[in-house]
């Protein structure tokens, strides 16, 4: 009976996942939710790996109204950031030659990408203000960085080979759509929590 209960709490688990990939993608269409989406994911598949079974759907509507407020301004304030290092890479793109754009480039997208990578899951576990919580992402992600540079490695790994591969649109959008994001969550919520045990716990679930 033991591998049977082990093959149907898989099976029930990645159910679980695919259920709220799926939420998250459906909750990320307007863009400015995408902050808060990404939170409630975190925080409802933290709760999952965690063994605390319970209603999906509910649980995630309940964390995604939750963190709603500081998700939306944190991610209000984000947004300007990556629209100027959208453009920013076009401009370099076209530009390798100039060295003090080259140097400020990599400084300005290691900064945001160290505050992205430690944004989330800090405020899935921890309570904090919007300013605040961007200043403690940065520290959190630079003071641990072995850790950081592991989480950022594998969870763009999957991002890369998309753009690798666009002849594989299909298969690639499929996957996103209904596993990746949280597949890369999973990861994110094992190493983050690593992370997290050198705090005082504030955990909000």
């Not at 499929?174 to 705090?199: C, D, K, M, P």
């Amino acid at each position: 009976m033991k591998p049977d209960n082990k093959f149907f709490s898989f099976m029930s688990m990645l159910g679980d996942i695919i259920l709220l990939n799926v939420l998250f993608v459906i909750t990320s269409l307007p863009v400015v939710t995408i902050g808060v989406s990404l939170t409630a994911l975190y925080a409802s598949i933290k709760k999952r790996i965690r063994g605390r079974e319970s209603y999906v759907i509910k649980d995630y509507f309940s964390l995604w109204k939750e963190n709603a407020r500081n998700g939306l301004i944190t991610w209000v304030i984000l947004l300007p950031f990556l629209a100027a290092m959208v453009l920013f890479t076009s401009y370099i793109a076209g530009h390798l030659e100039n060295l003090a754009a080259l140097c400020v480039y990599f400084l300005f997208f290691l900064i945001l990408l160290l505050i992205l990578t430690c944004l989330f899951p800090l405020q899935a576990t921890f309570v904090n203000r919007p300013l605040l919580l961007l200043r403690n992402s940065l520290l959190t992600a630079f003071g641990h960085l072995p850790y950081t540079l592991a989480l950022i490695f594998l969870t763009s790994l999957p991002v890369c080979v998309t753009l690798c591969f666009p002849r594989a649109f299909y298969f690639t959008a499929a996957y996103w759509l209904l596993l990746g994001f949280s597949a890369n969550t999973v990861v994110s919520v094992q190493i983050t929590e690593r992370i997290f045990r050198h705090y005082i716990p504030q955990d909000k679930n």
